[in-house]
Every structure is written in structure tokens, then in C-alpha cells.
T-cell receptor, first 107, second 111 residues
Framework: RKEVEQDPGPFNVPEGATVAFNCTYS??????FFWYRQDCRKEPKLLMS???SGNEDGRFTAQLNRASQYISLLIRDSKLSDSATYLC????????FGAGTTVTVRA | NAGVTQTPKFQVLKTGQSMTLQCAQD?????MSWYRQDPGMGLRLIHY???????DQGEVPNGYNVSRSTTEDFPLRLLSAAPSQTSVYFC??????????FGQGTRLTVV
């Protein structure tokens, strides 16, 4: 079983829609989680950290479910500029990546 | 504060040539790692280091060597380039369980 698994998508949504997807992790002791955004195989860039209580940054909301060992990302009011691949990252003093979830927002 | 500096950005090699991809960070991060990313695929770990003098293999280490003589630098050496090593390479660093920082990537083509 891979350490981090993501729903690959693709998610193809109209502008203004809400899209959500999950990432599961295998190590129940993991403490540190992040969502990154990657455009066209450029370097991944931090979108947001994921806190135990969940956190929100504008239109983006991240949640952590420790019991089921998954994190989620929800994007509200999708913009064309949200089209990207979203990477789930777990840092157990060693980085583990999901393969990415592709989101395409259409006009 | 430059973050993670990765060079070169682009490189074309002939089969059998060797080269070194450079990665340097100025954030005093103990963890550094190299990944390759092929079209339609996620990041695959090549080698990583948890501190100066310590390196370990990742998922796809064959054909690559690394060393970590200083905290700042973590070069990746291709010993004898093969077309299968055509890829985009990323270097990343992090401190403890904090966020990771990435270099801008190297687009390598082996002909």
C-alpha cells in the first residue's frame, strides 16, 4: 500500500462550482500534512497546511480526519485560475507525496 | 534568502554522458531530497538526506548518485545518462515536519 494515495480525478467543473477531493495516508502516527499546487510540471508550491481543527484560506478549506486517516481539500466558487494539479504531502521527517489530483475549471 | 536553488533549468545530454544537477538551500534545512516527474505521473523519490554525511535511497535510485558533504548542498549525479532518464527533476528541502520548499526544476532530455 502506498504511503499517500489521492483520487487522481480529473475533476472537470464549471466556474463557480465547488469541488472537493481526498487524500488518504497510511501512517496513523503522521502529524504534518500539506496541500500543494502544481502547474504544468513546474515546481509544487504550498497552498496550505492542514491543521487538526481544519482550516480555511479564502475559498479553500482543508480538513483532517484522523480516525479515517484522510485529509481533504474543498475549493469553493472555482475560478479558471484554480485549474492545476493538487498534491497531498505528508511530512514524517521524510516527505511522502500523493500522485496528485487534477482539477480543470471551465468557463 | 534565496530558498532552494536548482541548476541548470534545462539540459540536453547524449546517451552515456554524465552530469551533475546542483541543489542548494540557505535555510539550514536538514532534510533534502531529489524527485523525478514523468508525464502524467507523480513525484518519485530518487534519493534523500536527513543531514550532512547521511544519504539514503528512495523509490527509483538506479543510475543516480548523491552526496551530502554540507548542510546546504545536495547534488545529484547521473553516472551514464540513458533516454529513460529524460524527465523533470525537482530538489526539495524541509526542516523537521515543516513545509517543503522546492527548486524550480531541471528539464533533462537524454538523446
Amino acid at each position: 500500500r502506498k504511503e499517500v494515495e489521492q483520487d487522481p480525478g480529473p475533476f472537470n467543473v464549471p466556474e463557480g462550482a465547488t469541488v472537493a477531493f481526498n487524500c488518504t495516508y497510511s501512517n496513523s502516527a503522521s502529524q504534518s500534512f500539506f496541500w500543494y499546487r502544481q502547474d504544468c510540471r513546474k515546481e509544487p508550491k504550498l497552498l496550505m497546511s492542514v491543521y487538526s481543527s481544519g482550516n480555511e484560506d479564502g475559498r479553500f478549506t482543508a480538513q483532517l480526519n484522523r480516525a479515517s486517516q484522510y485529509i481533504s481539500l474543498l475549493i469553493r466558487d472555482s475560478k479558471l485560475s484554480d485549474s492545476a494539479t493538487y498534491l497531498c504531502v505528508v511530512n514524517d521527517y521524510k516527505l511522502s507525496f500523493g500522485a496528485g489530483t487534477t482539477v480543470t475549471v471551465r468557463a | 534568502n534565496a530558498g532552494v536553488t536548482q541548476t541548470p533549468k534545462f539540459q540536453v545530454l547524449k546517451t552515456g554522458q554524465s552530469m551533475t544537477l546542483q541543489c542548494a538551500q540557505d535555510m539550514n534545512h536538514e532534510y533534502m531530497s531529489w524527485y523525478r516527474q514523468d508525464p502524467g505521473m507523480g513525484l518519485r523519490l530518487i534519493h534523500y538526506s536527513v543531514g550532512a554525511g547521511i544519504t539514503d535511497q528512495g523509490e527509483v535510485p538506479n543510475g543516480y548518485n548523491v552526496s551530502r558533504s554540507t548542510t546546504e548542498d545536495f547534488p545529484l549525479r547521473l553516472l551514464s545518462a540513458a533516454p529513460s532518464q529524460t524527465s523533470v527533476y525537482f530538489c526539495a528541502s524541509s526542516f523537521g515536519q515543516d513545509e517543503a520548499f522546492f527548486g524550480q526544476g531541471t528539464r533533462l532530455t537524454v538523446v
